[in-house]
């Protein structure tokens, strides 16, 4: 049993700061359980293996721009790792390697590390790994710890990045790419694996394309790592952290489920991390079956506004209480807002009109607004209205992220139904009670698909950089098979990109995937909603359980995806 | 494995509306794999036993009050079920009792009923068990549903009260009694078993002196229930559903607190359930070793000021700073302000003056508070100032609980913080989170623990009434021991009873169990919270197991009253 890690050491080498280690740390039976947990690896990384590359790769949109952006990299094939009589890697050759953790938590990510790490062990024995702390920083400051098994044992299937830290800088200017050669050099690395999001692995790819282009020796491998799910690809089928973040937050649906039922008064406004993309709301709503479920890439696409999206709300609430039923859950994605056109162009005006104008108390000011941006403000519930007049950021913009979209909800669903009301067509009752889950789901104890997923990613990242790749994304494929049966590879980061225009230059981007209206996900659900709408047709899924009944299950986007029935 | 329930049958005794019953129910895999847990019965309850009293009992205050309140029921012993060498109660005695859940939900309540259930069918075959819809309510109307094993089976082991519902009334008028009455009769009622808090075992032994006064035959037996965990005494260590409650908000906190020292820049502010004791608090921060945590009895008994709260949390933050650490976790119970003398006063205040004066712009209306309301108003940030005077229950009552603690104490922290950044004493930097965990924890799938508690409860509840026991609280001991080494029995709910003046009148009241200073949960939390505060000894306790590591643990506080090294 772990219980202390003693304070000498590597932990000694850390400055104190965010990065504390967890050489106090006591830890509970479960993490304790969890550090022993012995993980699976697909068959092709426990024997024998070449790396075979496929044929030339392309670019999601303008390869030629891409061309141009990345002429050491672009059309590099994918790789592939496949079983070998003998092992066609030198096991003498000692690395170098680097990794860092870009952006925000998500669970799983300690395992990527031991993957690398038990990987060089392995297969490369004297093989030295680097830890650069707290993100992109880390590597232009030459801030690191180097990792070794004492330290890196406590982390072994724990959530949270803190053994090494993360960050969001980007390493973007020529200066920066200049540090990040420099430490690239003063280590000698050999190869760096960037644990991060779909700007994270752009970000890898130009760093890759950098070194090559210096000449230098240090290969570049990425890693898809994000809750909300929005990186992923014919070859990445999912980013690790989404499975654990949506069980743990669908645990906690179907507890409000549970009680919304028993209670029977109120509705539960549920606002679910993810503001780019919808997929936690959807995988969510798949898990617990909730009575509504608001999807913001259908909202965009049938360009409705923020009255559509509360007349759909009030229409369920009246229709249900008919059916004697006054409570419901309501699932609403963290970004609705910005999937709504017309909050977008309210809020651009405003932030004109904010800017230059004096905001007088008898309302002239509103004049300045368009008909249909004034027609909405003043649709908005008073508390939102002066949320958006008071609360600005440093640069006087209107702070869309701080609207809590589920309160706002409840304020127009509740002057909606007193409508109607008065107008004899509503006679129920409403309370509304509005939950946020977030934070709770970043740092969780990684499920067992993501604890054997990641440890596959850093596992096959590492084999990756010691066969000589630089530019690819690691890429463990055939998820709904059991682990052992697990694909192992890397695909062209180039061939994930295309180009976006800002200030006048082509910049490279990994698009979001965002929800798919024709993907097998959203149909599923689209085919059941209105079953969910009326009837209660509630699942909660319980806590999520390392051994037992559920403790392999895969998330349905991912199964739907594959083409399986979830 | 349970996937659907047949629409027929009892199902269909259902009217529309709340209670939908679970028969179009479909069933995640933990919540099907948890249907069938076998649950231990304590070896007194699977072998022959008798009943035997223990001496007179008197009251928890004013025995003389009590005893005129219930001249039926004051003084009787407990009763305690002991091994005999032949059952000494008759089984072929055919009972009908009934059963209730009254006020909010907690985890395990369908277990005590499946208890009772299980007890008549093991030991008085042919017995019926009637179960009241809707709480108290379903009594006085003589709403209820015949429970069958079809009908209890999907239940078993589940989160919720959604089997029978629950619901906030009262019996306490003449009419209401004489409802209860005629329905006790109606149904020939052998025994009722009221599942409530505090209000609810008060009302339970109301019931049972009523009936006996009146020579009705129909016995009552409560049950200990709140998440809240202020229902407890000597002979009931705790109240069912605190266990399980406890863990799903320490599972949060725990993932909470990982993220935090991951991404070293936020302090979160978590607010937790429980209104009138600070128990959940402390369990949670004796769980998770937060780094700052206010318990609603100390804050009272030290008679602290709202600036007191916010210095001592500004202090901690400013020497975490020191040591770098501009991140933390702060658990702060519902009832906070609650708690506090000023607060109360200012509100008191504050509706004399909204039911009687005019609120003028300027605030001259303000001079009508006294000195220290005043400055206390002038305090509080202007959020919450709105919200005071803008906010009022249809009374015209300033609406306390609708104040979100959490975030107006971040707005009080940072207020303090940067008066302190001018005076140069602090040079850190913070931002605030708010969390509310609440709904969360009422209605989850039951731990082992609650599982088998309410089991036992219920079936000990049973077996007090088969042996002609009234006005006793069902009391399940030993809890530090294995379940089959658990203790059985009733404790004379007159016992528990103090008075209340009221209206001019005495009424009996169950007085809540607060968070005792000198108590061992709050000495343990005392002597080791300075050093939370400053070192990082985060816990993260973890989703609830059902099956091995942690998954028959006990909450520390059952454990620290036991006398146990939690």
């Known amino acids: ?136 920083a880390g590597i232009m400051k030459c801030k690191y710890i180097e990792l070794n ?64 282009g210096k000449n230098l020796k240090t290969r570049v491998i990425g890693c898809p790592k994000t809750i909300d799910g929005d990186l992923k ?5 999912t980013s690790f952290g989404f499975d654990t973040a949506c069980k743990i937050y669908a645990e906690m649906i179907g507890n409000v489920m549970i009680d919304a039922r028993s209670t029977g008064k109120y509705y539960h406004f549920v606002r679910l991390m993810g503001r780019a993309a919808s997929h936690i709301t959807l995988e969510c709503a798949l898990q617990t079956h909730p009575n509504i479920t608001i999807i913001g890439e259908e909202v965009a696409a049938k360009k409705q506004t923020l009255k559509n999206v509360t007349d759909y709300m009030v229409d369920v609430i009246c229709k249900r209480a008919e059916l004697g039923y006054n409570y419901g859950v309501i699932l609403i994605p963290e970004g609705l807002i910005d999937f709504i056109p017309e909050v977008q162009q309210l809020i651009a005006e405003l932030n004109e009109i904010l800017a230059h104008d ?22 908005l519930p008073q508390a939102i209205q002066e949320q958006l007049m008071l609360e600005r950021d440093p640069h006087g913009n209107v702070q869309v992220a701080k609207i809590e979209t589920e309160k706002m909800l409840i304020q127009m669903v509740e002057t909606e139904l007193e409508k109607r009301k008065q107008e004899g067509s509503y006679e129920g009752h409403f309370k509304g009670q509005s939950h946020f889950f977030g934070y709770e789901g970043r740092c969780g104890l990684p499920t067992n698909f993501d604890a054997s997923y990641c440890y596959a990613l850093g596992y096959g990242a590492a084999a990756l950089l010691h066969s000589g790749k630089t530019g690819l994304i690691s890429s463990v494929g055939n998820l709904g098979a059991p682990v052992e049966e697990w694909t192992v590879g890397g695909t062209a980061l180039t061939s994930l990109m295309d180009v976006e225009r800002r200030h006048g230059k082509f ?38 359980q390392f051994v037992g009944p559920s403790s392999n299950a895969v998330s349905h986007t991912l199964l739907l995806e594959l083409g399986a029935e979830a």
């Open 149 to 212: 098994a004492d330290y890196i044992y406590p982390y072994r299937n724990q959530g949270g990045f803190d053994m090494i830290c993360s960050g969001r800088d980007k390493i973007e200017t020529p200066e920066q790419f200049k540090q990040a050669e420099e430490t690239a050099v003063k280590l000698d690395l050999d190869g760096l694996v960037v644990i991060g999001g779909d700007d994270s692995n752009t970000n890898a790819c130009l760093l890759a394309e950098n070194f090559r």
């Open 358 to 379: 004096v905001v007088d108390e008898d309302g002239i000011w509103k004049k300045k607004l368009t008909n249909q941006s004034l027609k909405l403000f003043e649709f």
């Open 507 to 544: 910049k490279p981007v990994i698009k979001k995937a965002m929800v798919e209206l024709e993907g097998a996900p959203f149909k599923k659900f689209a085919s059941m909603r209105e079953d969910w709408a009326l009837k209660n047709c509630y699942i909660s899924p319980g806590p999520i």
């Open 233 to 237: 690809c014919k070859e990445v089928p």
């Open 1 to 136: 049993m772990y219980s202390s890690l003693n304070t000498n050491g590597n932990a000694a080498a850390f400055e104190t700061g965010p990065v504390s280690g967890r050489f106090a740390a006591v830890y509970s039976e479960v993490q304790n359980s969890r550090i022993d947990h012995a993980l699976p690896l697909p068959s092709v990384l426990r024997n024998p293996f070449k790396v075979v590359e496929g044929p030339p790769s392309s670019a999601a949109g303008n390869p030629d721009e891409i061309a141009k952006l990345f002429p050491n990299l672009f059309g590099q094939p994918s790789a592939m790792l496949v079983p070998n009589e003998a092992d066609s890697l030198r096991s003498d050759l000692k690395l170098k390697i680097g990794v860092v953790l870009s952006g925000g938590q998500a669970p799983g990510g300690h395992n990527v590390i031991s993957g690398i790490f038990d990987y060089l062990q392995d297969r490369a024995k004297g093989s030295i790994l680097y830890g650069f702390r707290g993100g992109p």
